[in-house]
């Protein structure tokens, strides 16, 4: 079974995941840059023929790129390590797998909100997001866990 996450569980992560989300979006802006210039250097030689070429300024820019592709798959990896999904890298889409009455429902967050205000139904997705209720707000127990 996967982690699940109470509403107060994620509240508590979210710092920490916010800042590895941002660093994997960081890091995947350098790799697009980097490879639009790579293009725009192929261009350049494809149309110019014998064109110089910056060769240790293109070895430094992949360096960057690879130290880039390196940061956001680490990044990833740690937001995965929590049992945490990312759903959608371009806008920052976090979901936490929460047990609500012996269902798992997903706990949404996107980058830029305060808080974790939204879940939705694992067969429902991000168009599906509704604001948490009392139910999820005051804490699911786990199947596992006593009726208190």
């Keep these: 079974m996967e982690r699940t ?11 920490v995941l916010e800042g590895l989300l941002k660093k994997a979006i960081d890091g995947r802006k350098v790799m697009e840059r980097v490879e ?5 250097v192929s261009h350049r030689i494809f149309l110019q023929g014998g064109v110089q070429v910056d060769l ?10 690879d130290k880039a592709t390196r940061q956001v798959k ?20 976090l979901d936490f797998p929460c ?3 012996e269902r798992v429902i997903l706990l949404c967050w996107k980058l ?4 974790i205000e939204h879940w939705h139904s694992v067969e429902e997705g991000f168009s599906g997001r509704k604001p ?6 005051r804490g699911s127990r786990k199947p596992d866990e006593p009726t208190q």
């Design 112 to 115: 830029g909100e305060k808080s």
């Design 132 to 137: 948490i209720d009392e139910s999820i707000a």
């Design 99 to 101: 047990m609500v009455d």
């Design 56 to 65: 240790a300024g293109l070895a430094k820019r992949k360096a960057e790129k």
């Design 5 to 15: 996450f109470t509403l107060q569980e994620a509240q508590v992560l979210l710092p």
């Design 36 to 40: 639009k210039e790579f293009e725009q």
């Design 74 to 93: 680490d990044a990833l990896a740690e937001i995965d390590a929590t049992g945490v999904q990312v759903k959608d890298l371009d806008i920052g889409l």
